[in-house]
Nanobody, 113 residues
């Protein structure tokens, strides 16, 4: 079964940066629309950013100007560069295949104040 695996989460101070990566077991996932979502404790999962097969990107208002979604150097990787992190960015971050509706297991991002 096809899988998405996230990596790169961790603990960082406010104002710092992290880079998340999503590796797909099949390139057909990453060459189509992909998204990053997050879920904070007690809150619903929310969209962070998406990228289409043609490279068009879309961001939540809360991360615009701070986060960048991009495709990696290999065909089966999608990245999320997160800069100027804030405590309210603390959440589990999930990679998602928009076309096939497949989710990764998530990676924890914690931003300390």
């Amino acid at each position: 079964q096809a899988q998405l695996v996230e990596s790169g989460g961790g603990l960082v101070q406010a104002g710092g940066s992290l880079r998340l990566s999503c590796t797909a077991s099949r390139s057909i996932f990453s060459i189509n629309a992909m998204g990053w979502y997050r879920q904070a404790p007690g809150k619903q999962r929310e969209l962070v950013a998406t990228i289409t097969g043609g490279g068009v990107t879309n961001y939540a208002d809360s991360v615009t100007g701070r986060f960048t979604i991009s495709r990696g150097n290999t065909r089966n990787t999608v990245n999320l560069q997160m800069n100027s992190l804030k405590p309210e960015d603390t959440a589990i971050y999930y990679c998602h295949s928009e076309l096939f509706d497949v989710w990764g297991q998530g990676t924890q991002v914690t931003v300390s104040s």
